[in-house]
């Protein structure tokens, strides 16, 4: 097995079972530890009265690496959890040794994106989410070949994005919109890196994935044929085998 433990965390609006498809393959070459992020999935949202700070949930990941003895971890995720992802090298570098993004960017928010996450915020307070905001995202998280040929998927998906807590869906819009750029952050993360992105992948698409990956000191950067924005779910086998063969390059 591989010495350091991988941490994947979930993309929004989801949570930890979205890697339900990789866990038995990538359980098989390393410790695979995959936590629900405050206020989705199992995690409550805690009561700080601060802000929402992305900040504050990469303490939530190093309280957790410490409450399972575990120095350094190979830390990713997929979508907000690269964020997430990058949030932790700010807030503890030392806690990182290697990286997996995926179908994530560096950037932050233009303008109009950040208000946009602010008024899905409100309105999930306000009337709850269940129902529409899967419609309205949904064409953005998978591609169109997934979306063609699996459309069981989508429904699965629409079920974990209705079964969130409207709170934490709105403490994690407020907090992505609130994100800083963390280009500076990757081109100083000097640990080893794989940057996978899907092909049809609207959100964050293969050229921004690229540009992300040039800037890391090193990485591997590969394209997942056929999938949209959550690979990890539509292309489980694909991601599960990158991911192993890419791990023992973690030292």
């Known amino acids: 097995m591989t010495e350091l433990p991988l941490v994947l965390l979930h993309a929004f609006p989801l949570d ?22 405050r206020g989705l999935g199992r995690t409550p949202l805690p009561e700080s009265g601060r802000e929402p700070d992305l900040a504050d949930a990469a303490r939530d990941v190093v ?16 979508s907000m959890g690269g964020y997430l992802t990058m949030a932790v090298l700010r807030v503890a570098p030392e806690r990182v ?10 950037g932050a928010d233009p303008e109009q994106a950040a208000a946009n996450r602010r ?33 069981e998927l989508a429904g699965t998906v629409r079920e974990l994005v209705d079964g969130q807590d ?21 081109r100083g993360a000097d640990v080893p890196a794989l940057v996978l992105v899907g092909e049809e992948d609207t959100l964050t698409t293969p050229e921004v994935a690229r540009e992300m990956a040039e800037v890391l000191p ?18 489980p086998a694909t991601v599960a085998d990158t991911i192993a063969a890419w791990l023992p390059s973690v030292r």
């Open 97 to 106: 040794g290697g990286l997996v993004l995926i179908d994530t960017r560096a």
């Open 16 to 37: 930890s079972r979205m890697w339900n498809d990789v866990r038995a393959p990538l359980s098989s070459v390393t410790r695979f530890i995959t936590p629900d992020q």
């Open 166 to 186: 409207p709170a934490g869906i709105a403490w994690a819009q407020r907090a992505m919109a609130a994100r800083p750029d963390s280009t500076e952050t990757l």
């Open 63 to 78: 309280a957790l690496l410490d409450q399972l003895e575990i120095e350094r971890a190979v830390l990713g995720g997929c």
């Open 218 to 235: 090193d990485a591997e950067f590969a394209v997942l044929p056929a999938v949209g924005h959550l690979s990890p779910m539509e292309s």
């Open 119 to 151: 008024a899905i915020a409100d309105r999930a307070e306000s009337e709850g989410h269940a129902g529409w905001l899967a419609g309205d995202m949904l064409p953005n998280l998978l591609g169109a070949t997934t979306r063609s040929a699996r459309p």
